[in-house]
């Protein structure tokens, strides 16, 4: 079984955008705060936390769940195919595996998969009975936990 979960190239470019101006906006502030005396800690202080945020942008825009990811079900693990390579996770790492319907009303679920401290997301839109597919076949193979 295979399944890939698209993600858009204009998010990421959106991301680093934003987190390059907050990055530019923190260290213009902090230069401000240096030429300008009154209200100094507190320029630098939104300075700082603007700056922070910033990198936590850009960060976030090179995570590899920003990317496209393809999942292949084999029986001894997940092989994950990323932007930058392959990934095997074996059954036995997978922490939890859960389903997340956020409304009944709407045809979209997910599946969430827990390995250590890496969540993989799979949405499923219009697909409810791939995604019920892929569920049963992952917690037949999933060790139990707890």
Known sequence: MEYTVKKSKAGRIGYRITG???????????????????????????????????VYLLKA????????????????????????GERLLPYDEVSRVQWVEPSPDIDYVMIQIQSGKQQYVLHFTGKRAYAEKIYSYLLARVPEIG
């Open 20 to 54: 390059a101006v907050f990055l530019v906006l923190g260290i213009l502030g902090v230069l401000l705060a240096i030429r300008v005396p009154s209200m100094k800690f507190l320029v630098i202080a939104v300075a700082a936390v603007a700056a922070f945020y910033g």
């Open 61 to 84: 825009s090179f995570r590899q769940q920003a990317y496209d990811i393809t999942y292949e079900f084999t029986e001894e693990h997940i092989k994950l195919i990323l932007h930058n």
